[in-house]
């Protein structure tokens, strides 16, 4: 069974930082280029970033120079360190695996909320 737990979010002033971090278990991890995702208000969820297996990555455009994803395979857990955060970055973040079209995906967690406000 996949469980996907996303914590970090919170309440950032922009500018500031954040380090998402999400835990995984079941097979979802293994050998999967794993993913961060996110959904505004009002918007459908969109991907931010992405990893394979052995820690190459790639990032949309809102999230190059910001972002930086990153893996412990050993532990499981997919990171998403957001710096030189905006307020357009404002929504739920969700980690799962790869896929271009995220809605193909079934299972998700809970996701963590991230606000971007002065």
């Known amino acids: 069974q996949v469980q996907l737990v996303e914590s970090g979010g919170g309440l950032v002033q922009p500018g500031g930082s954040l380090r998402l971090s999400c835990a995984a278990s079941g097979s979802i991890f293994n050998g999967n280029s794993m993913a961060w995702y996110r959904q505004a208000p009002g918007k459908k969820r969109e991907l931010v970033a992405h990893?394979?297996?052995?820690?190459?990555?790639t990032y949309q455009d809102s999230a190059k120079g910001r972002f930086t994803i990153s893996r412990d395979n050993a532990k499981k857990m997919v990171y998403l360190q957001m710096e030189r955060l905006e307020p357009e970055d404002t929504a739920v973040y969700y980690c799962?695996?790869?896929?271009?079209?995220?809605?193909?995906?079934?299972?998700w967690g809970q996701g963590t909320l991230v606000t971007v406000s002065s």
């Open positions: 799962n695996e790869f896929l271009w079209n995220p809605d193909a995906l079934d299972a």
């Open positions: 990893i394979t297996e052995g820690s190459l990555t």
